[in-house]
């Protein structure tokens, strides 16, 4: 008998739904952010603290990844007929960055 009620519970949805291209676009920018950040961050500390320019870059291409990203992940919510999985993720993924490195620079002003 539970068999039956498992089989009953899968069901299969046919459909021609793609993933949103802005959205995987938009994670990818996210995901750059995140490695540009985290190279920072690994960067400053094997120089002990004593961060020049490559630092400095880092960080301002990753608020400047965030921030595309951010706009191109709430644009993609905008098309038509596809799935939103990575435009929610990559929305979230460069709302955090754009969020932690916009803290990171006014704590640094």
């Given amino acids: 008998m539970k068999e039956h009620k498992n089989r009953s519970r899968r069901k299969y949805k046919f459909t021609d ?8 676009f938009s994670t990818m920018l996210g995901i750059m952010a995140v490695s540009f950040f985290l190279t920072a961050i690994f960067i400053s500390y094997r120089q002990k603290g004593n961060g020049g ?3 400095g870059f880092l960080g301002i291409m ?21 799935f939103y999985l990575f435009s929610w993720l990559g929305a979230i993924i ?15 002003l």
């Fill in 17 to 24: 739904k793609r993933q949103s291209v802005g959205g995987i």
């Fill in 62 to 82: 990753s608020l400047f990844l965030s921030s595309i990203g951010l706009y191109i992940g709430t644009n993609s919510f905008q098309e038509e007929n596809v």
């Fill in 53 to 55: 320019r490559e630092i």
């Fill in 94 to 108: 460069n709302a955090i960055m754009l969020v932690g490195m916009g803290m990171v620079f006014l704590i640094g």
